[in-house]
């Protein structure tokens, strides 16, 4: 559960936190500068003084029972996996994650959606446009103001026919208007008509791809965490997917994109947040991924390298052993 | 030589996505499948890997087909590997199935110890699809069907799974099928492209 305040201590922290909020938006951004634990780009605006998403010192772990000790020995414990995480979306603005797999990304995303498993300990601060959230909030807030695209084509429900998941069920609109907004998502990612009528174990994993954007695209919210959407889409529907994130941030929302595809997201981010081992280890405007000596972590430098255009360098692998040492080269050969 | 002839495949109730299509695959060469988002590729790697049937035509591995029992050797890596392995096995059962796994491979694939205990749920996708190249991999198949293996991963991690299948298929003389639709990978480890397009191949 997110830290809950008592009455009075919440209001206390609200006020403290508007005027803390005005002061922030009194500091003049140069782009990139670096504050609140994070950088702005030229693009980055403050409305109202506060950033649309904020995460500061979030951290996630997981009670598990000790893998290593015999079967019936063994303890719980706790499994820290997201440790001081701080990363901030402002209004008008793309934020791409990107990083090593099993960095935590995902969790990320769920944190953020108030999507806690059973067995998570989920300690951090967030705000949503100006407010600070408890898990209430955010599970009030998803679906409504946030939206998630899922990583895992599994999201979908397998018992229900595509059009009719996405056209939804708890939203203001009226049945024909849903029908309709439907109707144009699917035209603009090609999705034929007959589509809405396939269940999900129909679709090819491009096709899933697709319905899950269009889900989170139905009702107009202000923020829309991604986690991994181009997987599975061919270049010019990626493209597409990800002008449509930035069509949708240049009108004031938010995307914070969560992906490995740093081609893709240099594309179109304006910021990218370098996540490795449950933390962010460097925030880096998207001008500096055009030479490697610009950026500042080996692990960012290692991506770099590791790029199929690049180097296709396995150096430095996030091979958990090398953990620390990154900038280590094996020796990886280019083909 | 992997061999599909003639095939034509579709679902009940839909049209055929393909008749007549053929295509072959030396043990030298790594091909790669190109069409556009729902065209059928994956399709076409389940049919080719022996997990579907096709109504016309016969997929040949050097003249023969398929065997119908025992392990397969065209292996297929999925696009989801969530959806490849059994969410109520422990990681070490489903690696099991594959029969002994070669601690150097395990190595290889960055595979931790700690690992082998956990449910499918409790891994992230990236983790998860070592586990499912660790259990390709170590049946020795004579031919690799990697269906979008790396689209979940970092690009470090990557290079480095992708430096694992290549050596394999170079110290084993295994043929590869490959579906990407990162271009800049494609150039990088394919030694032939194929084009689908609506009808024929």
């Given amino acids: ?241 990800l002008d449509d994130f930035r069509s949708f941030a240049n009108e004031g929302n938010g995307v914070l994109l969560i992906t490995h595809d740093i081609e893709l997201a240099l594309r179109v981010a304006d910021r990218v947040a370098v996540f490795k081992d449950g933390t962010v280890v460097e925030e880096a405007a998207v001008a500096n991924f055009a030479d490697p000596a610009l950026l500042s972590d080996p692990f960012t430098r290692a991506l770099w390298h590791a790029l199929p255009e690049h180097d296709f360098a396995a150096t430095a692998s996030t091979d958990e052993q090398g953990r620390g040492n990154a900038s280590i080269d094996k020796g990886g050969r280019s083909c | 030589m992997l061999e599909a002839r003639d095939i034509t495949f579709g679902y009940p109730g839909a049209k055929p996505l393909y008749s007549g299509f053929s295509l072959q695959v030396e043990p030298s060469e790594r091909v790669a499948l190109q069409a556009p988002s729902g065209f059928g590729k994956t399709t076409l790697c389940r049919v080719l890997a022996g997990f579907e049937r096709p109504q016309a035509g016969e997929v040949l591995l050097d003249g023969r087909p398929l065997p119908r029992r025992g392990v397969c050797p065209v292996q297929l890596i999925q696009q989801h590997p969530e959806q490849a392995v059994d969410p109520r096995l422990r990681m070490r059962k489903t690696l099991a199935e594959a029969g002994d796994v070669p601690q150097e491979l395990l190595d290889n694939l960055g595979i931790r110890d700690e690992w082998m205990q956990r449910y499918p749920h409790e891994l992230s996708g990236g983790e998860l699809q070592r586990f499912c190249i660790a259990r390709a991999l170590a049946t020795r198949p004579r031919y690799l069907i990697c269906d979008e293996v790396s689209t979940m991963l970092d690009a470090v991690t990557q290079a480095h799974i992708w430096r694992v299948l290549l050596d394999y298929a170079e110290r084993e003389g295994a043929g590869m099928l490959l579906v990407s639709h990162t271009p800049a990978l494609t150039e990088r480890v394919a030694t032939r492209k194929v084009k689908l397009s609506r009808g024929k191949s």
């Avoid at chain 1, 209004?91 to 959606?113: M, P, Y």
């Avoid at chain 1, 955010?138 to 009719?164: C, E, I, T, Y």
């Avoid at chain 1, 889900?215 to 923020?223: K, Q, S, T």
Wanted: glycine share 8%; hydrophobic share 40%; charged share 20%.
């Fill in chain 1, 1 to 241: 559960m997110l830290e809950k305040a008592n009455d009075g201590a919440a209001a206390q922290a609200a006020s403290a936190n508007k005027a803390a909020a005005i002061a922030h938006e009194q500091t003049t951004h140069k782009d990139a500068q670096l504050h609140h634990h994070h950088t702005h780009a030229a693009t980055s605006h403050h409305d109202g003084g506060h950033h649309l998403l904020q995460v500061e010192d979030l951290n996630v772990s997981f009670c598990m029972y000790d893998e290593d000790a015999p079967y019936f020995q063994a303890k719980q414990r706790d499994v820290q996996v997201l440790h001081g995480l701080s990363i901030a979306v402002h209004a008008g603005e793309i934020v791409a994650v990107v990083g090593a797999s099993g960095s935590g990304k995902t969790l990320l995303a769920d944190a953020v959606l108030g999507l806690f498993e059973p067995n998570s300990t989920v300690t951090g601060r967030i705000w949503f446009d100006g407010e600070r959230m408890d898990a209430e909030g955010l599970r009030a807030l998803r679906g409504h103001g946030l939206s998630l695209v899922p990583q895992s084509v599994s999201h979908l429900d397998p018992m229900m026919r595509v059009g009719k998941q996405v056209e939804g069920f708890a939203n203001a609109l009226s049945k024909a208007e849903r029908k309709a907004r439907r109707e144009q998502l699917f035209e603009r990612y090609g999705l034929g008509p007959e589509v809405a009528r396939l269940y999900p174990h129909e679709l090819s994993g491009g096709m899933a791809r697709r319905v899950l954007l269009c889900c989170a695209l139905m009702d107009d919210p202000r923020v829309i965490v991604a986690d991994e959407p181009t997987p599975g889409l061919d270049l010019d529907l990626a493209v597409r997917a």
